[in-house]
């Protein structure tokens, strides 16, 4: 089996060479049922990236415009080998769980079109001498997604025959949400097919959580502001015919303005403003369905300090969208 491995690096000089060292620590490498190439993706780099990573076992491909969207068309339609079988997606700033990961990873690929790794906080895998901040983080996140019906964009699989389907619009801010809407879709052709994600089973990687307040809210008004440009990215998609609705993102991927151009034309939108309004009760819905969960005093606590944090995510988002923030900003 061929994989082709795109470690997606932007400004990452600082760390890209352990990365590179952790990738290959992973058993697929040395496994004969696997013919494995790794591509370190550099893209947009204004620092000296390029010239730290190892380049022993590895290509390095120096992109001179960077955005995830754009890095990843190109890693998809023009570097990967043309008969790869299976594309890995990595971030360059995840830890893995074990040596076997990434070929634990591709082997539970089966039928699926993505298949994820367990996305898990660095301060839940070590949670020794942490601050009460850290704590709070760390009890409040991970409730409100399922990573196997998602997708996390730090660290998945797919089937290139899969992968190749598809075209991303240039300077989506939350790629991975918008890929994943492509991928139960297939482009808006059809209703959801949610058989089409999984998870692997024991296979899970380790990212650096935000530790503070003012990072937390700078990092979830980008995932709110990226939803919002989603939804109007979707938007654009659904006016073209379905039969067309493939060679429309194509188009979306070769034209810089197609998302803006989206963007302006559906938004900002009555009543909601930019930001649809179910981003700052999606909490309070969920806790509603288990009402019994909010007797407990610390669920209770968590579900009115998560909903006063989403107001002002909410809030900040619609202020620096109407400002102007969206696309290509990240």
């Given at each position: 089996m061929q994989v082709d491995i795109g470690i997606f690096a932007h400004n990452e000089a600082h760390g890209i060479a352990a990365m590179v060292a952790r990738l290959l620590a992973q058993d697929i490498l040395a496994d004969p049922a696997f013919s494995t190439r790794i591509l370190v993706l550099a893209n947009g780099c204004s620092d000296d990236t390029v010239a730290q990573v190892p380049r022993a076992g590895v290509e390095v491909v120096d992109l001179p415009e960077g955005g995830k969207s754009r890095t990843w068309n190109r890693f998809v339609h023009d570097l990967a080998r043309a008969d790869a079988d299976v594309l890995v997606f990595v971030d360059a700033d995840i830890e893995f769980c074990d040596a076997g990961a990434v070929r634990r990873l591709v082997q539970a690929m089966g039928s699926h079109w993505v298949i994820n790794s367990q996305p898990v906080k660095d301060i839940v895998v070590r949670p020794e001498g942490l601050s009460v901040m850290d704590k709070i983080i760390a009890a409040a996140g991970g409730g409100l997604d399922d990573w196997k019906t998602a997708i996390c964009g730090q660290l998945y699989a797919m089937p290139a025959t899969v992968a190749r389907r598809f075209h991303l619009p240039i300077g989506l801010p939350v790629e991975d949400g918008f890929l994943r809407a492509m991928v139960l879709t297939d482009a808006l052709t059809g209703p959801e097919e949610f058989s089409r994600i999984g998870g692997a089973a024991e296979v899970f990687h380790i990212y650096a959580s935000e530790r503070s307040i003012g990072a937390l809210i700078r990092h979830?008004?980008?995932i709110v502001i990226g939803s919002a440009v989603n939804f109007a990215g979707f938007g654009a998609l659904t006016a073209v015919p379905k039969?067309?609705?493939?060679?429309?993102l194509a188009r979306a991927a070769a034209d810089a303005g197609w998302l803006g151009g989206a963007l302006h034309q559906v938004l900002?939108?009555?009543p909601f403003g930019f930001v649809p309004g179910h981003f700052l009760t999606k909490r309070l819905a969920r806790a509603a369905a288990s009402p019994r969960d909010l007797l407990r005093p610390k669920r209770l606590l968590v579900t009115v300090l998560g909903f006063g944090f989403d107001l002002v995510?909410?809030?900040?988002?619609?202020?620096?969208?109407?400002?102007g923030t969206g696309v290509g900003h990240w």
């Open positions: 979830q008004v980008r039969a067309a609705r493939h060679a429309e900002p939108r009555w995510v909410y809030c900040r988002a619609q202020w620096a969208m109407w400002r």
